[in-house]
């Protein structure tokens, strides 16, 4: 299975193959070995030394809430279709403005870049830190900063817009 998947630090491509008892993922190009147990509908998951408890709350707009170790990470799941579309170039789903947003409430602790900046694809722009753990939102595309409206210690909401991207 292949998707790519729409989180609110950016655009990520993965891809699962079975491969006997244990699942491969391939995430943005890398590839990880992943053992994957299935326990009262939630999915405990052995990758490397690391261990995750994963669950997912369905929503009726096709987005999915994704509760990584109890921390919830909104994700939408893209159509197939439309990634093939996108690569044959009728469709661009990497132009015109893009809003990154904090993916929880949570403390701004660094803000990475500048209002006017020019920044290239995955480079960090602003780290949020919620839960007592550090999240660094990256660039999901390589732009130009319009607006940061941001700044360190403010506490935000989810899916506050952070940056935006041009």
Known sequence: MTCDLETPGGRRAIEFRRRGSVWEMTLDGRILSVDVTAIAGRWSLLIGSRSYEVAVERRSNGERIVYVNGVAVPIS????RERLVRRRGTVSAETGPRSIVSPMPGRIVKVLVREGEVVAAQQGLVVVEAMKMENELRAPRAGQVS????VEGMSVEAKTVLVTLA
């Open 77 to 80: 799941i893209m159509d197939p």
């Open 147 to 150: 607006a940061v409206k941001v």
